[in-house]
């Protein structure tokens, strides 16, 4: 009877342990999702495209080219390279404040 209390308390006790580190990944990927969400407030603005200067403006990451044209007829391999490269300088600023 003894070592069936035991084991009893031994998994009520894991069990509650797997919950806590349950409910702080939870807590974790809510506050990493809102971070990732805007408020869809209008000076949330992701890209301008300025036809008269012939300029487009990623505000996320800072960039500016002016090279609209073949932007809009679907050259955005510079944009898409520059947003790789701050995607992965973001992961690998992350992953050395973790160690």
Known sequence: MQLF??????KEF???????ELAKKNEADAAK???????GDRSAKIRTY??????VTDHR????LYDL????????????????LAENTEKLKELGDSI
């Open 33 to 39: 999702r809102g971070s990732m969400v805007s408020s």
């Open 61 to 64: 990451i800072g960039l500016t």
């Open 14 to 20: 894991d069990e509650s342990l797997y919950d806590m």
């Open 50 to 55: 300025n036809y008269p200067q012939g300029r």
């Open 69 to 84: 044209s073949n932007i809009v007829n679907g050259d955005i391999q510079k944009i898409i390279d520059e947003l790789m």
């Open 5 to 10: 209390s035991k084991l009893l308390k031994k």
